[in-house]
């Protein structure tokens, strides 16, 4: 019974596979569509229930209601928000560059869909276990970049143009980051298969889980990938693209109506994306967090650690203002990129090195030294006082 | 250190998420159409127009002196003398506002109508749920939709209406007391006259 709830989208999938409606030819092609169409389902209604609950979470960090009119508790606000764009008036700019102003937002939407792709969501519930997985996700998510750089140059406004080169400078400084990050977990799994990384975390020692998160470079991976990862999907406090109050809404500026909804979509879709692969990668994928709750099925575990991380985005939002594009660009270069070039160093010690004790000692301190004098270059020689002021006399 | 910071603030935003479950006074939103703030007394939207005792016409201070018409910045009231004449507050015989409209869409509530009326006939209203469907006729407020009782008046600004009633009634208290006097003069100057009127009667009347 367990076994079947944990299985059951494979069963209803090849079930469905098994009607004798389909000739043999179409079957790859049906089979294809049944994998994507409960995605994009599934995740377009992820992001509709998460705009609403973002919305209502940092209203609350603000001591605000949030949205509490449509719908009970207001949760039906994401279909007043769908019936508005989708009535509102496309307006394209005379000047703009027509065609690709129309394909900016589909380049943007493609990518995003297809990172799904590789993520494995439960047991058996991977749309497509290719054995470079991991790289797969992230060339398609370095498309975006692409698409928000088509947006920003072809609407012929310089806030936009402006919105869109921020946008490269940062995307591209923080991909390097993202992915040195994860170099250490493709280390140590030796496969850059989504599948088998989740595997390689699957044991239990005791009670406790065997995840990435709960090693020195694991944990520092972790920390160093979610916060690549919050300025990868242009999140707050890495919105400097959008910027509202300085570049009013950066690249997608002079779009209106449904095309700007498929920006915000794609937005949000991108944070999932890039937060399932942190689950995958660090958080131990579908696998329960404690050996006796293994019974739950593992799909529920996926969705329940991606909420938490989404949760942690939003908590992060509602918290941190948003950032200098120097110390941006300071942050990225002088303080991610050595940390997760010193985290692969530290992977290696924890691979050569016997387990005990003195593993987690040494690679914590390797990690832990870095981080305190790196940290000290960001922030030494800076004296916070009160400012004095000096007038004319 | 480095994130030191940023561990603050997330234990901040943390402590005011899940203090606004907790505490109610945290949330300061007063959710509008259902709660509302007490009214302000010093609040003020666009004018009306004062009637004494029950009924709007009868007690009507105005007296169609279109004063506020003509003193009226964006001119938003528009006024037509009646031909007949009905009596004031204190009885003396008054034209009234056939016609009296406020477009309220067009007055910028600046309360020169209030100041220039001698007669303490137009007032600032704090009625704010004014929206309408018909954005010409229905902002066009006419005699009737402007009348308002001296009750109203009072409920809305209690000091300043306690202020003008009684200075309306020291005057009020005052022509009676100047028509009671112009009387006793009268009634005196009848009885000089009927006292006087033995001795004069055999001279020539001047008067007649």
Request: charged fraction near 20%.
């Amino acid at each position: 019974m367990l076994d079947l709830c944990d299985q059951i989208f494979v069963l209803l999938k090849h079930w469905m596979l098994g009607w004798p409606i389909w000739p043999e030819s179409v079957k790859p092609l049906v089979s294809i569509l049944l994998s994507i169409v409960p995605i994009m389902l599934v995740f377009a209604g992820l992001f509709a229930i998460m705009t609403v609950l973002e919305r209502k979470g940092l209203g609350r960090i603000q001591n605000r209601y949030g949205p509490n009119r449509v719908g009970p508790y207001g949760f039906l606000q994401f279909a007043a928000d769908g019936i508005k764009a989708l009535t509102k008036e496309d307006v394209v700019p005379r000047a703009a560059d027509k065609v690709i102003h129309f394909l900016a937002p589909l380049v943007l939407i493609v990518p995003v869909f297809l990172a799904y792709s590789v993520l494995p969501f439960g047991r058996n519930m991977v749309p497509m276990d290719i054995d470079a997985g991991v790289l797969f996700f992230f060339a398609v998510g370095a498309a975006t970049e692409l698409a928000v750089f088509m947006a920003g140059w072809s609407s012929r406004n310089k806030y936009s143009l402006l919105g869109a080169m921020r946008a490269i400078a940062q995307m591209v400084s923080y991909e390097v980051p993202l992915i040195v990050s994860t170099i250490t977990v493709v280390m140590m799994v030796g496969s850059l298969s989504t599948v088998k990384i989740v595997e390689a975390q699957a044991d239990y020692s005791g009670q406790w889980p065997q995840w990435h998160l709960f090693t020195p470079w694991g944990f520092a991976g972790f920390v160093l990938f979610l916060i690549a990862a919050m300025a990868e999907s242009n999140r707050s406090p890495f919105d400097l693209p959008e910027g509202e109050s300085e570049i009013v809404a950066g690249y997608f500026l002079e779009y209106s109506g449904f095309k700007f909804a498929l920006f915000f979509l794609a937005e949000y879709l991108g944070m999932f994306a890039v937060s399932g692969m942190a689950v995958t990668l660090f958080l131990g994928g579908w696998t329960a967090p404690l050996a006796f709750l293994s019974w739950l099925p593992s799909w529920l575990w996926f969705f329940a650690k991606l909420m938490a991380l989404i949760f942690l985005f939003i908590w992060a939002r509602g918290t941190v203002p948003r950032m200098r594009m120097d110390q941006l660009m300071n942050f990225a270069w002088k303080f991610m990129l050595p940390m997760a070039l010193i985290n692969i160093l530290a992977a290696g010690l924890w691979h050569f090195l016997p387990a005990g004790m003195g593993r987690w000692m040494a690679c914590s301190a390797v990690i832990g030294i870095p981080y305190i004098l790196l940290g000290r270059g960001l922030v030494g020689g800076k004296q916070f006082a009160k400012r004095t002021y000096r007038f004319a006399e | 250190m480095l994130g030191e910071g940023i561990i603050k603030g997330l234990a901040e935003t943390a402590r005011n998420f899940v203090g606004s479950y907790v505490d109610e006074d945290r949330l300061t939103t007063v959710q509008y159409p259902e709660e509302r703030l007490p009214a302000q007394e010093a609040a003020r939207n666009f004018p009306f127009l004062l009637f004494d005792g029950n009924d709007p016409h009868a007690g009507l201070r105005c007296v169609a002196c279109q004063i506020c018409e003509r003193e009226c910045p964006p001119q938003c009231i528009y006024i037509e003398k009646s031909k007949d004449k009905k009596p004031d507050y204190v009885g003396k015989p008054q034209f009234y506002p056939a016609v009296f409209d406020i477009d309220i869409s067009v007055c910028m509530s600046c309360q020169i109508c209030v100041e220039v009326c001698p007669f303490e006939a137009i007032k600032m209203d704090t009625e704010f749920e004014l929206s309408n469907t018909d954005r010409f006729g229905g902002l066009l407020l006419d005699k009737h939709q402007l009348a308002k009782s001296n009750e109203y008046y009072h409920k809305i600004h209690p000091t300043e209406a306690a202020g003008v009633d009684s200075r309306l009634a020291a005057d009020k208290a005052k022509v009676e007391a100047k028509a009671r006097a112009d009387a006793e003069a009268k009634a005196r100057a009848a009885a000089a006259k009927a006292t006087a009127l033995p001795t004069l009667k055999a001279a020539p009347a001047p008067e007649a």
